[in-house]
């Protein structure tokens, strides 16, 4: 299994930004998005499972952040709208062995994050 993360940039704050994941060997893994700022720990940001039927998010993100993935593409994505300066971090695209781990379960494979900077 091997994840690419892409899509990062600069934003001003409230303007939106795509992330993709290409993801392959994840048909039915589940799936998440962490972001990690400077200084700090390894948040959660979302969750989907194998079938994309359930997914999850963190108050933080809720109402703003949307994630997808279309399997027959082998890709993983997050829309994220509404950007916060707090929404400044690298973010990581993450799978599971298993159908959903949500937000507390084991990550057995990570992307090599790509930085998203919101600043005006």
């Known amino acids: 299994v091997q994840l690419q993360a892409s899509g990062g940039g600069l934003v001003r704050p409230g303007e939106s930004l795509r992330l993709s994941c290409a993801a392959s060997?994840?048909?039915?893994?589940?799936a998440a998005w962490f972001r990690q700022a400077p200084g700090k720990e390894r948040d959660f940001v979302a969750a989907i499972s194998w079938s994309g039927g359930t997914r999850d998010y963190p108050d933080s993100v809720e109402g703003r952040f949307t994630i997808s993935r279309d399997n027959a593409k082998n890709t993983v994505a997050l829309q994220m709208n509404s950007l916060k300066s707090e929404d400044t971090a690298v973010y990581y695209c993450a799978a599971a062995r298993s159908r959903y781990p949500g937000r507390s379960g084991d990550y057995n494979y990570w992307g090599q994050g790509t930085l998203v900077t919101v600043s005006s």
């Open positions: 060997g994840i048909a039915f893994y589940g």
